[in-house]
């Protein structure tokens, strides 16, 4: 077991867990209030945001508006939509993009300086803020970085895994956190905690997600008691380089845009037969197709030739440095793509400020779920809501705590102790579970691989001690216990055993742990549940070498 120690009777107004886009947004936001960053990563690395190639969907041309930013939003949300969600995340766009330029992030510009915007599939009109082609997130990410560093207000402490929150019943009182490497945990007791850790990738074999996006913020809200939406809704990129890397490079859908082709090992363009989309129908739809072709045999490759051809290195760069590195030229051949996990759509549910189901807990960005993507996110509306419900959660902060006191920070005790490793089992457990999640609770579930999925995470979880594996079980239940519930195909959610989409569920849906706890319960004890744990060992004792 590890210890937990207070660092100091020193209680912090705020503390955010996660330094991506959106904790750094909102600690901006919230200066010059004292606010501690707690990340696991240094900011500005080990986070999705500035991974992002597209950009942030924003109505901010003569020829858009928010309402119709809002109806795309709503046309590819499966029916679980918030509405009244949707239309306050795309009405806020254009304050937000001001924000962004003023913190330095250098958008693509006309000779008149108007925002240059792009398309991407599903929406109707160009409407996507991008930087030099794919380089949006890392490009934004720098400037807040930058922005950050320059604030007294804001301290970082980086390289600190929060593994749980501190909490007496709903009230949520601080975050336990260890640094890496270390036995010893840290409390960081605070007056509101604000859970921006990001998403669950690294549940999955294949991700287009940093390793640090694994489900730890979603879990550790689930087993304070919080309230799980829509968990079962996960976005699997269609064109991730099927290269063997982990994580899987990704093939921004903006190549399809410029009119590149998915094709299969004999030449056929396959989306041609499946949708009158072809390569941009809705990412469910290609991700299956692609899925199936590589799951026959055929291959699946993306064909940028003649869309793209020799202007691809000046248009694509992270892309082409990703095929690059791969040892592949899309110039002159076409690249191996798969599905890889990109997004959670769902995630501990939130108000319009980004409030939780617990006291003094908010959550924003991908580890939320505010209803604003329903049963599936339209492109580039991830940043845009990371911005949009920062800054809400900033200004609902202020107004509980109208007077912020002092930031004098004591110091943390840095003395460096002996490290701790993954032991074999870990390293083990972790390999099955990304194994079974992808193979029960990717692109394609079923009730018999779901049930497996559950009762095999559960024999895990008993060979575990370490806090922030067992979280990675506990999201990985969260997430499956959520697909076996739900009985029918809507959005990023297929089951070939309920392919069709059912009205009387077209509702969100709503778990807590108790709840998740009984259908792990009722699958561990089913047959099909049994001959999972024993077709991988799981029902031996751990043998004394391994232990
Ligand atoms: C390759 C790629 C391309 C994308 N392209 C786009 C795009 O073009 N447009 C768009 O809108 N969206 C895009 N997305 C999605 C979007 O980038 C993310 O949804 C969004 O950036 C999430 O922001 P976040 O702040 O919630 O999480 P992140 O940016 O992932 O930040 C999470 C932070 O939390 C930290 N952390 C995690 N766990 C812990 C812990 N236990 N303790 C302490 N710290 C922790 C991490 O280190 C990190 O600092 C893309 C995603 C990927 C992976």
Redesign the pocket.
Known sequence: MTSARNVTTHIDDVVI???????LFCALKLAPRPVTI????P?GE????????????AAVSDEDSAASHAADTIAVGGGLCEEKIVRLMTEEAGERIRDLLGYGVPFDTDLEGRLQLSREAAHSVNRIVRVRGDM??RAIMDALVAAVRETPSIRVVEG????ELLHEGRLVTGVL?RRRGDRERLAFPAHAVVL????I?HLFAVT???P??NG??LAMAARAGAVIADAEFVQFHPTALNVGHDPAP?ASEALRGEGATLINGDGTRFMEAIDPLKELAARDVVARAVFRENAAGRGAFLDCREAIGAAFAEKFPTVYAACQAAGLDPVTQPIPVAPAE??HMGGVLTDANGRTSLDNLWAA???ASTGAHGANRL??????E?VVFAARIAEDIQNQMPNPRSAHWPGIDDRIQEPTRRNEVERAAITVLREVMSAGVGVERTGEGLTATLAVLDALEARCARRSILNMMTAGKVVAAAALLRTESRGGHWRSDHPELDPDQAHRSFLTMSQVDEVVRAAVESDIGRAAVAARGLDQPISGDEA
Do not use: K, R
Not at 38 to 41: D, K, M, Q, R
Not at 46 to 57: E, F
Not at 160 to 163: N, P, S
Not at 379 to 384: I, M
């Open positions: 867990l996660g330094g991506g886009l959106t904790g707690l990340s696991a990563s900011i080990g986070a999705s945001s500035a991974w992002a190639q597209g950009g942030i969907a949006a997130g600190y895994l929060g593994e956190a921006a850790s990001g998403g990738g287009t997600n940093p640090e996006a730890q913020g990704l990109h997004y960005g991908e580890v492109a580039s509306n991830s940043l845009l990371t």
